[in-house]
């Protein structure tokens, strides 16, 4: 609840290019860096150069941070930062961290320009395509006049960028999948997905990490957890990850057995 | 040491501070609604502020304590009782072994925190205690409890252990408010042998003879009757929240505020919103005034937070609680303060709750002048 469902990429209008991000409050505990609302490889590299500035050089008082398609929320403990920082605290403002915090991420943003982004990994993930593990497979196919076996060649040949997790844990924002096999959500949304399952929903696909409610079109179903809450991270995915699907028979699939379980 | 859950209540779970760090990976962070309420709780029986209570839901549980403990029970809504007696909220109080705490209903708030000295011990899982109910993770195996649970308490503090002892005697720098439901008990089943002292005590008790707990805990003590003992002390009213019906709850403007329309914004701020009965520890889903953008824009997803108010292309709000999800693409409306947020936590559905606009300024002062106060009473705790 609370959110629109499983996170779309939106086409976006303005796509204004100042270059330089924005630094706004996110609520009276949290900044947002903000860049120009482009989903693009280019903003995420920048988002993903911020991320790795916060990591290696995080300000005293910074709990963490969440990079999204174009911004970056840096949590901050306020009387942390006031007390770490007297010198950047204005007159009168002694109770106030936030000038604070903008302050000392304008200074990051600054080191940030010269940063590259670390190397992207490839991870590959296995569907067992169609079935009862993709009810829907035949739908996308019939819905873009292909065959189930070209739908499922155009989703298992592309590479996919993570742009961002959230929605569930573990859960991949993923660009790149061709508009050829592009299909709408489920008019009625099915009440349990198991977790692992793959879907396509508008321009977008991407793997249900947990057992929920959706209304995605489901092709296939991986027996990889993409939430591991024992391992650290406790992802399979992070963000700036390259995906690469490749099918796996039914036998395959059940061989693998369900990591999850 | 451990806890007995003999009835659940309605949506009883271990809930601590929250499980910070992980939601770059969208791992939400959970955790108390009312953090404050658990706080104190926490800070009453000598516990870290960080330990793992019970958040209670409306309906009370029913709980057998296995060993003698130090308990507190802040927040509002529920009406704790000790083997019938009333307990106060706010006040930490020593029970014997087989004391059983049960919940009876007071108006204002809806949910309350159980801090037992030690803390609730169930594993650590990705930095907290906190059940996450969605993933199955964290808390008592990821779930609510259930009659029949068994939940371990870690070893008291050294501050806990020396208050527990005092009020356990009834001695001590504390007055002691002793009462005689066990005593009572004790006398009908024959529990005690001498029959005269337990007499004296018992009747030293019902007409306030005692103007010290000391001597009735020196005459219990002498019957070897242990007594549950609620301390005289209790935090500063000042800090003891009122939790209304219908509270005004502070926001500050959010990152699309200003595109929604004037009318919009206006209503948003005169007209009362309802908190509707589909709401949880997710999401807290409001009826009223249909709030409407200038002109429909799409948005990108991005982080949201504890309060953060997003609208819909429906045009109801919804205020995002403790389990809400790590991003969000709604466009955000405005922000509840992180002070206000447990009036918002103790506003139940049904409630009626109006908005109050205030500057990120004014919503940080609150925030630091409320640590501030905490942090006193903590050093104040601490050399007690």
Not at chain 2, 299 to 305: C, E, I, N, R
């Amino acid at each position: 609840m609370g959110n629109k469902a499983e996170g779309r990429v939106p086409h976006l209008q303005n796509h204004t290019r100042t270059g330089l991000p924005r630094i706004i409050p996110l609520g009276d505990s949290a900044a947002s860096v903000l860049f120009e609302a482009a989903v693009s490889p280019q903003t995420h590299r920048r988002v993903r150069a911020v991320c790795s500035r916060l990591s290696s050089a995080p300000f005293a008082g910074m709990l963490e941070f969440v990079p999204s398609f174009h911004s970056v929320a840096v949590y901050y403990d306020g009387h942390a930062v006031l007390k770490a920082y007297p010198q950047y605290i204005a007159p009168g403002e002694e109770n106030y961290p936030y000038p604070v915090v903008a302050a000392l991420l304008k200074d990051l943003l600054k080191h940030t320009e010269e940063q590259e982004a670390p190397a992207p990994r490839t991870v590959r993930i296995p569907v067992c395509y169609g079935g009862e593990n993709g009810p829907d497979l035949e739908f996308v196919a019939r819905h873009n006049g292909l065959s189930v076996q070209e739908v499922i060649d155009v989703h298992s040949s592309a590479d996919y960028l993570v742009y961002m997790l959230g929605f569930a844990p573990g859960f991949p924002y993923l660009g790149g999948l061709s508009p050829a096999i592009s299909a709408p959500r489920r008019s009625s949304p099915r009440l349990v997905i198991p977790a692992g399952s793959v879907g396509i929903a508008g321009d977008q696909t991407g793997v249900y990490p947990l057992e929920t409610p959706g209304g995605w079109q489901l092709i296939g179903r991986t027996p990889l957890a993409l939430f591991k809450p024992d391992a650290m991270p406790p992802v399979l995915l992070l963000a700036g990850d390259i995906v690469r699907f490749y099918p796996v028979s039914f036998r395959e699939f059940s061989d693998m057995g369900d990591e999850r379980l | 040491m451990s806890l007995l859950i003999m009835k659940p209540g309605l949506l009883t779970t271990v809930q601590d501070l929250g499980r910070y760090g992980f939601q770059q990976f969208g791992v939400i962070a959970g955790g108390a609604m009312d953090s404050y309420a658990l706080r104190m709780a926490n800070l009453l029986v000598g516990n870290d502020e960080q330990a793992a209570g019970l958040e209670m839901t409306v309906l009370g549980p029913e709980i057998t304590f296995a060993a003698p403990a130090l308990i507190a029970v802040c927040g509002g809504g529920l009406a704790p009782m000790l083997d019938g007696q009333p307990l106060p909220l706010w006040r930490s109080a020593y029970v014997p072994k087989g004391t059983r705490l049960h919940f009876g209903r007071l108006p204002g708030g809806c949910r309350a925190y159980l801090a037992v000295a030690g803390g609730i011990d169930v594993p650590v899982q990705l930095n907290s205690r906190s059940t996450y109910l969605r993933a199955g993770i964290g808390g008592h195996q990821g779930r609510a409890l259930r009659s029949g649970d068994v939940l371990p308490v870690g070893t008291p503090s050294r501050r806990a252990a020396a208050w527990t002892e005092r009020l356990a005697r009834g001695s001590g720098a504390w007055q002691l408010d002793l009462w005689a439901g066990r005593l009572n008990r004790g006398l009908e089943t024959g529990e005690f042998d001498n029959r005269q002292e337990a007499g004296r005590l018992n009747g030293g008790l019902e007409t306030g003879q005692f103007d010290s707990g000391q001597e009735a805990g020196r005459l219990a003590g002498k019957l070897g009757a242990e007594v549950i003992a609620i301390s005289s002390w209790y935090p500063a009213p000042a800090l003891i929240p009122e939790y209304p019906k219908a509270p005004v709850v502070r926001v500050i403007a959010g990152e699309e505020y200003g595109l929604f329309s004037e009318e919009s914004r206006r209503r948003f701020l005169s007209e009362p919103y309802m908190i509707l009965p589909e709401s949880d520890r997710m999401g807290y889903r409001l009826s009223g005034s249909v709030l409407e953008l200038e002109q429909e824009r799409s948005l990108v997803s991005a982080a949201v937070t504890f309060g953060t108010i997003q609208v819909p292309s429906g045009g109801a709000p919804i205020i995002l609680m403790a389990d809400r999800q790590t991003t969000g693409g709604y466009p955000k409306l405005a922000q509840v303060i992180t002070a206000d947020l447990p009036l918002l936590a103790q506003a139940g559905p049904g409630s009626a709750i109006r908005f109050r606009l205030v500057t990120l300024r004014q919503a940080q002062e609150q925030l630091m002048q409320r640590e501030f106060e905490l942090r006193r009473l903590r050093l104040v705790l601490e050399h007690m």
